[in-house]
């Protein structure tokens, strides 16, 4: 069987800090969109390094936001189980 394409990016406080934005899609092999996934926890933006609020934050404005990181987390485990088994994971 010919898997998917999952890709995802996950954007943190600061460099070994904790995730507080991720993106996702799910491609198929032709580049065909199939799903994604986006959501940025509102409690992890606020602990964000001065760097991070300068630089990135800015950048993901137009994003949908959660209060919570424990929603984030959640919220994203769904969608990588809703994929992992038809999907390659590309991190």
Not at 51 to 57: A, E, G, P
């Amino acid at each position: 069987m010919v898997k998917n394409i999952l890709v995802f990016d996950v954007e943190s406080t600061s460099l070994h800090g904790s995730g507080f934005a991720v993106g996702a899609i799910v491609i198929d092999r032709t580049g065909k969109y199939i799903d994604q996934f986006e959501l940025l926890s509102i409690e992890g933006a606020s602990k964000a390094s001065e760097w991070v609020q300068d630089n990135i934050i800015p950048n993901l404005k137009d994003m949908p936001t959660c209060a919570y990181d424990y929603t984030l987390r959640n919220l994203f485990f769904e969608f990588y189980m809703k994929h992992k088994n038809q999907s390659s994971l590309k991190l």
